[in-house]
T-cell receptor
Framework: AQKVTQAQTEISVVEKEDVTLDCVYE???????LFWYKQPPSGELVFLIR??????QNEISGRYSWNFQKSTSSFNFTITASQVVDSAVYFCALRETSGSRLTFGEGTQLTVNP | DTEVTQTPKHLVMGMTNKKSLKCEQH?????MYWYKQKAKKPPELMFV???????INESVPSRFSPECPNSSLLNLHLHALQPEDSALYLC?????????????????FGPGTRLTVT
């Protein structure tokens, strides 16, 4: 069975600090897909990134970067020089090739204080 | 254009009312989803449509009735709801395959309908 664990329930930082959100997953499939979503207070889930299990390249997009490590089953997300607008709940999610369901972690509430 | 729209934004209904939630996307996606999200929890999958056919029903009570009139529209009909059904209802869409949603593609979510059952 697939499972996603986001051990950090809440993180609070001061603006301009770097912050890393952890995500650990479990799956028996050899091919799977990992996602990060952002949910601001308005409620809409915003897609941030998709990573395929066969592509371990890390990715950077502006202030956002993702570190995918199959050896430790982790897909961590780092925000560099955080801003108040980054305050949101962030969800890591997993989808197996064999399944139709997107399994979400419990989410991490990030608060960036001015 | 990666927009999924949902109406209404907010809905308050009594336990004897009948109402409908609407979702629309124009991205050419052939898989559409309904999720329910309670406060401080992740979204829970309710239904999946692939090519306008219901492919997954996560044992949702019959007081929730989904409908997919065409490839761009998804409705959720509500009847005789309970106060515990109060939640944020999210619609999403993604690329689909004839046999079901394509797993390797991201889902795009709408802004949700915040439902309160009194």
């Amino acid at each position: 069975a697939q499972k996603v664990t986001q051990a950090q329930t809440e993180i609070s930082v001061v603006e301009k600090e770097d912050v890393t959100l952890d995500c650990v997953y479990e799956t028996r499939d050899t091919t799977y897909y990992l996602f990060w979503y952002k949910q601001p207070p308005s409620g809409e889930l915003v897609f941030l990134i998709r990573r395929n299990s066969f592509d371990e390249q890390n990715e950077i997009s502006g202030r956002y970067s993702w570190n995918f490590q199959k050896s430790t089953s982790s897909f961590n997300f780092t925000i560099t020089a955080s801003q108040v607008v980054d305050s949101a709940v962030y969800f890591c999610a997993l989808r197996e090739t064999s399944g139709s369901r997107l399994t979400f972690g419990e989410g991490t509430q990030l608060t960036v204080n001015p | 254009d990666t927009e999924v729209t949902q109406t209404p934004k907010h809905l308050v209904m009594g336990m004897t009312n009948k109402k409908s939630l609407k979702c629309e996307q124009h991205m050419g996606h052939r898989a559409m989803y309904w999720y329910k999200q309670k406060a401080k929890k992740p979204p829970e999958l309710m239904f999946v449509y692939s090519y306008e056919k219901l492919s997954i029903n996560e044992s949702v009570p019959s007081r929730f009735s989904p409908e997919c009139p065409n490839s761009s529209l998804l409705n959720l009909h509500l009847h005789a709801l309970q106060p515990e059904d109060s939640a944020l209802y999210l619609c999403a869409s993604s690329q689909g395959l004839a046999g079901g949603p394509a797993p390797g593609y991201e889902q795009y979510f709408g802004p949700g309908t915040r439902l309160t059952v009194t």
